[in-house]
């Protein structure tokens, strides 16, 4: 099984980090970073219906019994120096002090999967990728 996350901000100006920690929760602040993957979301990767699209494929997720995700706002110095300056860091921008967002989003979450009956009439997914 795969999961897909689709973010609608009502602001398309407005760019996300997105992080994701399997089995537990993410934490990511200057003394701590614990999570198993992040990404960046920025107005130029908006899809033409306005959504920013992330997923996890199912080789990546298999053996693990849930995620927790997290999400904030980038500030525009943040959009400026990771996308208009074209310059992708290998590790995510860290802001210790709380923020708040500026305007509401809409968030579709959904798995996926393909699947197959064995010679016993089971539904089995080995070997498959999603």
Do not use: A
Request: net charge negative; charged share 20%.
């Amino acid at each position: 099984m795969s999961v897909h996350f689709e973010i609608q901000p009502l602001d398309r100006s407005l760019g996300y980090m997105f992080i994701y920690k399997f089995n537990g929760t993410p934490h990511l602040n200057s003394s701590k970073i614990n999570i198993d993957g992040w990404s960046l979301f920025c107005p130029l990767n908006l899809t033409k219906d306005g959504i920013y699209k992330y997923f996890i494929d199912n080789r990546k997720i298999s053996h693990h019994k849930f995620i927790v995700f997290g999400l904030r706002e980038l500030n525009s110095t943040e959009i400026d120096d990771f996308y208009q300056n074209t310059l992708i860091s290998s590790s995510p921008p860290i802001i210790d002090e709380p923020l708040n967002f500026t305007s509401d989003y809409r968030l579709l979450i959904y798995t996926s999967g393909c699947y197959y009956l064995d010679e016993y009439n089971n539904w089995q997914s080995d070997g498959l990728w999603v």
